[in-house]
C-alpha cells in the first residue's frame, strides 16, 4: 500500500514489516557505534577508516536491501557527524548504495552471491570515497590515493567478517527475508 499524501519517506515504509523496520533502526545503531569503536585517522583527507563495513554487510546480507541501506547510510552518516560532519553527506550517499546494493544482490542462498554481493558493495564503497575526495571535496586524486589501501583494508575486513556472520545469521532466520527456492 502506498500512502496517498505524496510523503516519499512515507513510500518507502508503506507495506514494510515493523519487524523490518525495528531491524532497520537496530542495525543503525549497530553501524553507528561500531563505527566509532574504531577510527584510524587518514592525515592527507580528513577521513578515518573503521570497522563499520561488517556490520553493513551483515545487515544487507542477512536482512536484506531495506536494512542494509539505511544502516549503511544513516548508520555511518550519525558516527561521521561526531568528529567528521564534513564526511556525512557523501557517506549517507556511499554507504547507503553500499547495504542496498549488496542486499539486492544477495539472494539468500548461495555463497556466490553473497561474495558478489560483498564485492559490488565494497566497489562502490571505495570508488565512491575516491570520486568524492579527489573531486567533489577536491581533495586531489594524490589525497584521495592515500585513503585507498585503508578503504580496501576496511571493506575486505568486512568481507571476511560480515559474509560468514550473515550467512550464520541467515540459517537460524530461514526465509524471513530471502524466500527459499525449493
Known amino acids: 500500500m502506498?500512502?496517498?499524501h505524496g510523503d516519499f519517506e512515507m513510500?518507502?515504509?508503506a507495506?514494510?514489516?515493523?519487524?523490518e523496520i525495528s531491524l532497520a533502526a537496530v542495525f543503525t545503531a549497530?553501524?553507528?557505534v561500531t563505527t566509532l569503536t574504531v577510527r584510524v585517522p587518514v592525515v592527507a583527507t580528513g577521513g578515518y577508516i573503521n570497522i563499520g563495513d561488517a556490520?553493513?554487510?551483515i545487515a544487507a546480507l542477512s536482512m536484506g536491501w531495506l536494512v542494509g541501506g539505511v544502516a549503511g547510510g544513516v548508520g555511518s552518516a550519525i558516527a561521521d557527524m561526531i568528529g567528521y560532519p564534513v564526511f556525512a553527506p557523501f557517506t549517507l550517499v556511499i554507504k547507503g548504495l553500499e547495504g542496498l546494493t549488496a542486499g539486492l544482490i544477495a539472494d539468500g542462498?548461495?555463497?556466490r552471491r553473497d561474495l558478489l554481493a560483498w564485492g559490488v558493495g565494497s566497489t562502490i564503497m571505495v570508488a565512491g570515497y575516491f570520486f568524492s575526495e579527489a573531486y567533489l571535496m577536491r581533495l586531489g586524486v594524490a589525497a584521495a590515493l592515500s585513503e585507498l589501501p585503508g578503504n580496501l583494508t576496511q571493506v575486505a575486513f568486512g568481507g571476511v567478517v560480515g559474509?560468514?556472520?550473515?550467512?550464520l545469521i541467515r540459517r537460524?532466520?530461514?526465509g524471513i527475508f530471502f524466500k527459499s527456492k525449493s
Open 2 to 4: 502506498i500512502l496517498d
Open 11 to 13: 513510500r518507502i515504509w
Open 109 to 111: 542462498l548461495r555463497a
Open 172 to 174: 537460524r532466520i530461514q
Open 163 to 167: 559474509v560468514p556472520v550473515a550467512r
Open 15 to 19: 507495506g514494510r514489516t515493523t519487524l
Open 30 to 32: 549497530i553501524v553507528a
Open 55 to 57: 556490520v553493513i554487510f
